[in-house]
Nanobody
Framework: QVQLVESGGGLVQPGGSLRLSCAAS????????VGWYRQAPGKQRELVSTITSGGNTNYADSVKDRFTISRDNAKNTVYLQMNSLKPEDTAVYYC????????WGQGTQVTVSS
């Protein structure tokens, strides 16, 4: 079955960095686009970034030039490098794939606070 496991979240000060990981299994990872989403308290889930099977990337305007998505097909893992973090980046971050249906991980909490 499809499984997505996020990790790497935590508490960081404004201006700091974190790298999130999404480990995938249960489908042919190298042929599948992956997305990172986030949901802040009281807000709707929003798209942060996507990466296609070919490595093409896309970013929300709010994270462009600060976040970088990448993938390692040998490890079935997608990463989200987050730099220059701001308090408004505080959210639960989820990875997502569509493999006949939408699949989500359990999420990892990112808190940006001094």
């Amino acid at each position: 079955q499809v499984q997505l496991v996020e990790s790497g979240g935590g508490l960081v000060q404004p201006g700091g960095s974190l790298r999130l990981s999404c480990a995938a299994s249960g489908f042919v990872f190298r042929f599948t686009a992956v997305g990172w989403y986030r949901q802040a308290p009281g807000k709707q889930r929003e798209l942060v970034s996507t990466i296609t099977s070919g490595g093409n990337t896309n970013y929300a305007d709010s994270v462009k030039d600060r976040f970088t998505i990448s993938r390692d097909n040998a490890k079935n893992t997608v990463y989200l490098q987050m730099n220059s973090l701001k308090p408004e980046d505080t959210a639960v971050y989820y990875c997502n794939v569509f493999v006949g249906a939408d699949y989500w991980g359990q999420g990892t909490q990112v808190t940006v606070s001094s």
